[in-house]
């Protein structure tokens, strides 16, 4: 059973950072693009970053280009969202996402993946 759980999320600082946590297991790791999304209240969910497991290639909105860094710790099963420069429109739940089908990180902003954390609370105070 595919499982993903977030951790990490918290209450900060416009300015400060965050760095989430997402663990992995139940499916073969480095098969699997794997992200984060985020849904901030009233509004749709959006995709923050992704990365390919297999191949290291990531992909970020433009929002956080810059700012924030995914990363993955392949021997643990793990996906991290290093965020820093933190600003209050970043407050949303995160979600960690996986998919098999390992398309483009355009692709999957789009469309969406196969498989959902239950997400983990940030939010950046002014």
């Known amino acids: 059973e595919v499982q993903l759980v977030e951790s990490g999320g918290g209450l900060v600082q416009a300015g400060g950072s965050l760095r989430l946590s997402c663990a992995a297991s139940?499916?073969?790791?480095?098969?699997?693009?794997i992200g984060w999304f985020r849904q901030a209240p009233g509004k749709e969910r959006e995709g923050v970053s992704t990365?390919?497991?297999?191949?290291?290639?990531?992909h970020y909105a433009n929002s956080v280009k810059g700012r924030f860094t995914i990363s993955s710790d392949n021997a643990k099963n793990m996906v991290f969202l290093q965020m820093n420069s933190l600003k209050p429109e970043d407050t949303a739940v995160y979600y960690c996402?996986?998919?098999?089908?390992?398309?483009?990180?355009?692709?999957?902003?789009?469309?969406?993946?196969?498989?959902w954390g239950k997400g983990t609370l940030v939010t950046v105070s002014s």
């Open positions: 996402a996986a998919d098999p089908r390992r398309y483009d990180g355009t692709y999957h902003f789009k469309y969406g993946m196969d498989y």
């Open positions: 139940g499916f073969a790791f480095d098969e699997y693009i």
């Open positions: 990365i390919d497991i297999g191949d290291g290639l990531t």
